[in-house]
Structures are given as C-alpha cells and as structure tokens.
C-alpha cells in the first residue's frame, strides 16, 4: 500500500524545554534512568490491574507517568543532566519527514512504550499546523 499523500518536508521550529526559546541547535533526547522507572512503574501498576479486571476513574488517575521526552538547545544542554540519555541531534529531526524515519526507529526499542512520544508528536503537530490537527485524538 502507498500512501496517497505526500509528506511534509517542512522545517520544524524546536523550542527548548529549559529557556522556551528556538532551539536551532541541540537535541531531543529521553533519560534512561526516567524510562527504567516508568518501566518497573508500569509492571507495578499492571500486576496490580489484571487486563480482565475493570478498574475505577481513581485508579486510571494512578496510572504510572511515562518518560518525558524534551528539547534542549546547545545553551541549556550544558547546564542539564542528562548522563545516560538517548540523544538525537536536531539537525537529524530537522523536518517531519526526518522526525517520522526516527519514529520508525524509535518504535522497535524496548523502552519505547515507556515514552511520552505520542503526546510529544502531537503537541509538535499542534504547534506547527493547528488547523491540520484538530480533531478528536
């Protein structure tokens, strides 16, 4: 099956998650230290809510919180840490297409599912094409 439409080869503007300001170098990256305990989180919560078992609205509201994925531009990198992220360079996520061949990647890691990438994907979508974007998620 070939897609009927054609991607965006349109830049992304970054901004990083410290000063808030275009981030034009830098990189988008994810603590492993963060991931492992969200990982053990899950485990945790998912022992103790059998798939087969109904749970209430305090329960969902206990559900362990993924790992955040973030932006940090060359400034604020220096000053974070991040001893034991995964790193990608923004040059190599600097348009859609690029962010979806890394999506590809990233989707066959182990720890994926531990991520916020979904939520983080589509608050990029939202900032950059808002009207491209509304709808029901």
Same mark, same amino acid.
């Given at each position: 099956?070939?897609? *009927?439409?054609?991607?965006?080869?349109?830049?992304?503007?970054?901004? !990083?998650?410290?000063?808030?300001? $275009?981030?034009?170098?830098?990189?988008?990256?994810?603590?492993?230290?963060?991931?492992?305990?969200?990982?053990?989180?899950?485990?945790?919560?998912?022992?103790?809510? $059998?798939?087969?078992?109904?749970?209430?609205?305090?329960?969902?509201?206990?559900? $362990?919180?993924?790992?955040?994925?973030?932006?940090? !531009?060359?400034?604020?990198?220096?000053?974070?840490? !991040?001893?034991? !992220?995964?790193?990608?360079?923004?040059?190599?996520? *600097?348009?859609?297409?690029?962010?979806?061949?890394?999506?590809?990647?990233?989707?066959?890691?182990?720890?994926?599912?531990?991520?916020?990438?979904?939520?983080?994907?589509?608050?990029?979508?939202?900032?950059?094409? $808002?009207?491209?974007?509304?709808?029901?998620?």
């Amino acid at each position: 099956m070939t897609a *009927s439409r054609t991607f965006t080869t349109s830049a992304i503007t970054w901004r !990083c998650h410290q000063c808030d300001l $275009p981030a034009r170098a830098g990189v988008l990256h994810i603590n492993h230290q963060q991931v492992h305990a969200a990982e053990q989180a899950a485990k945790a919560w998912d022992a103790d809510h $059998p798939a087969d078992e109904a749970f209430n609205v305090a329960d969902v509201l206990m559900m $362990p919180h993924l790992a955040q994925w973030q932006v940090s !531009c060359d400034g604020c990198l220096s000053s974070h840490d !991040c001893g034991g !992220c995964y790193e990608i360079s923004l040059s190599q996520v *600097s348009t859609f297409t690029a962010l979806l061949r890394w999506q590809a990647h990233l989707y066959d890691k182990s720890w994926f599912d531990a991520t916020n990438w979904v939520a983080f994907v589509h608050r990029l979508a939202q900032e950059h094409a $808002p009207h491209e974007s509304a709808g029901a998620w």
